[in-house]
T-cell receptor
Framework: AQSVTQLGSHVSVSEGALVLLRCNYSSSVPPYLFWYVQYPNQGLQLLLKYTSAATLVKGINGFEAEFKKSETSFHLTKPSAHMSDAAEYFCAVSEFPGGGNKLTFGTGTQLKVEL | DTGVSQDPRHKITKRGQNVTFRCDPISEHNRLYWYRQTLGQGPEFLTYFQNEAQLEKSRLLSDRFSAERPKGSFSTLEIQRTEQGDSAMYLC????????????FGSGTQLSVL
C-alpha cells in the first residue's frame, strides 16, 4: 500500500522567511503526489500536484514542490512566508490506477507564521 | 461550478442514535468519496463511488456505516447506533474519473457523539 510521512506536525516560521514542509512517500508504482491546504472551518484545497511530468511543480499562492525519486520525497516550499499562509498542510499520494484517484493523506503539518 | 456541498455542517447526537449526512458533488463529477478526519490527523478514506456503484470500502467502515449514491448524483452516509468514537469530521469529495484529476472537497460535517 502507498503511504506518505510528513515530518514535523508543527512548523513555525517568521514572516518573510523560507517555508519548508517535508513529505516522504512510499509507493510500489510511480506515484501521483499532492499537497492540500486546510484553513480553519474550510474544506481542503489543492495547492499543487505531481503527475509524472516536470519534477518541479508550481502551485498556487507561490508554493512549489520538487519530486525527488532518489529520496522518495516531495517537499513543499515557499520562498517568503506570509501571515495568510498559516494553515494545516497535507501531503497525499494517489493510488490511481486501481484506486480510483483515492488519496492517502499524511498526518498534516500545522504552519504558524509569526511577525 | 458550485463546489461540493455537505449538509449539515454540524451534528450533535447522543450515543446509540442514528445519523445521516448528505453530500452533493460537483455536477459533472462521476466519482464521489467519503473521508473521516479526527483532530490532529489527516483525512482517512472510507469509501468511494463511481456513478452509483460503490467500488471500495475501507476496513474503517464497520457494519454500522452505510453509504449510498442511488442515482449517481448526491450521496448519503448513515451511521447507525453511534458511538463516541464516531465523533469526527466527515468529508466528502468528488472528481472526474480520469487520471491525475484532483479531488474537490466539501467543508465537511462535524459529528459530535455525546
Amino acid at each position: 500500500a502507498q503511504s506518505v510521512t510528513q515530518l514535523g506536525s508543527h512548523v513555525s516560521v517568521s514572516e518573510g522567511a523560507l517555508v519548508l514542509l517535508r513529505c516522504n512517500y512510499s509507493s510500489s508504482v510511480p506515484p501521483y503526489l499532492f499537497w492540500y491546504v486546510q484553513y480553519p472551518n474550510q474544506g481542503l484545497q489543492l495547492l499543487l500536484k505531481y503527475t509524472s511530468a516536470a519534477t518541479l511543480v508550481k502551485g498556487i499562492n507561490g508554493f512549489e514542490a520538487e519530486f525527488k525519486k532518489s529520496e522518495t520525497s516531495f517537499h513543499l516550499t515557499k520562498p517568503s512566508a506570509h501571515m495568510s499562509d498559516a494553515a494545516e498542510y497535507f501531503c497525499a499520494v494517489s493510488e490511481f490506477p486501481g484506486g480510483g484517484n483515492k488519496l492517502t493523506f499524511g498526518t498534516g503539518t500545522q504552519l504558524k507564521v509569526e511577525l | 461550478d458550485t463546489g461540493v456541498s455537505q449538509d449539515p455542517r454540524h451534528k450533535i447526537t447522543k450515543r446509540g442514535q442514528n445519523v445521516t449526512f448528505r453530500c452533493d458533488p460537483i455536477s459533472e463529477h462521476n466519482r464521489l468519496y467519503w473521508y473521516r478526519q479526527t483532530l490532529g490527523q489527516g483525512p482517512e478514506f472510507l469509501t468511494y463511488f463511481q456513478n452509483e456503484a460503490q467500488l471500495e470500502k475501507s476496513r474503517l467502515l464497520s457494519d454500522r456505516f452505510s453509504a449510498e449514491r442511488p442515482k449517481g448524483s448526491f450521496s448519503t452516509l448513515e451511521i447507525q447506533r453511534t458511538e463516541q468514537g464516531d465523533s469526527a469530521m466527515y468529508l466528502c469529495a468528488s472528481s472526474r474519473d480520469t487520471p491525475e484529476e484532483k479531488l474537490f472537497f466539501g467543508s465537511g460535517t462535524q459529528l459530535s457523539v455525546l
